[in-house]
């Protein structure tokens, strides 16, 4: 069965600080990947997506994230965060129907 | 081109009531999904539409229903509302089916809905 685990609960990270959020996918065939950011009472905004290629795929506000296909992973990071960063983070695969991790909180400190 | 809109963006109901969400995709996409989400239970998929057919469904119970018109416009209904039915209810458009062929879903802000 299709799943996406998302370890990190909630993250805190410094302003200028790189982070990397962590996504592993349970998936039988080449997965469809994406990462999601949500701000407070907003929807989802898609961040990038991975369907085949380059394994590192570029996204906005700078994001970035590497299909790694022997450890079923889609993290994805940036080298350097800045405060409005600060949301709640989804990764997801898309296998007839979107599968959404249960999301990492990011707090960022000035 | 405008993104996907949801409306009413916040209501309440009372337990027993019933409630229709709607959404309107971007323009030319022709899926519609619709998401519950909720701080315990997360994102779940409720249903996507395509072509005014329902193509896929999740694990929710018959009270949740939804349609889709020639318009691609959608709506979603909930019956006989329940407390544990409150909940951001997200409605996502792509332009064709989800991901089986690549599309990407985009979201609309959502409809906080609560029971009381």
């Known amino acids: 069965a299709q799943s996406v685990t998302q370890p990190d609960i909630h993250i805190t990270v410094s302003e200028g600080a790189s982070l990397e959020l962590r996504c592993n996918y349970s998936y039988g065939a080449t997965p469809y990947l994406f990462w999601y950011v949500q701000s407070p009472g907003q929807g989802l905004q898609l961040l990038l997506k991975y369907f085949s290629g380059d394994t590192l795929v570029q996204g906005i506000k700078g994001f970035e994230a590497e299909f790694k296909r022997s450890q079923s992973s889609f993290n994805l990071r940036k080298p350097s965060v800045h405060w409005s960063d600060a949301a709640e983070y989804f990764c997801?695969?898309?296998?007839?129907?979107?599968?959404f991790g249960t999301g990492t909180s990011l707090t960022v400190i000035p | 081109k405008a993104g996907v809109t949801q409306t009413p963006r916040y209501l309440i109901k009372t337990r027993g009531q019933q409630v229709t969400l709607s959404c309107s995709p971007i323009s030319g996409h022709r899926s519609v999904s619709w998401y519950q989400q909720t701080p315990g239970q997360g994102l779940q998929f409720l249903f996507e539409?395509?072509?005014?057919?329902?193509?896929n469904k999740g694990n929710f119970p018959g009270r949740f229903s939804g349609r889709q018109f020639s318009n691609s416009r959608s709506e979603m209904n909930v019956s006989t509302l329940e407390l544990g039915d409150s909940a951001l209810y997200l409605c996502a458009s792509s332009l064709g089916l989800v991901p089986s062929s690549g599309n990407t879903i985009y979201f609309g802000e959502g409809s906080w809905l609560t029971v009381v």
């Open positions: 539409y395509f072509s005014e057919t329902q193509r």
């Open positions: 997801a695969v898309g296998a007839g129907q979107f599968y």
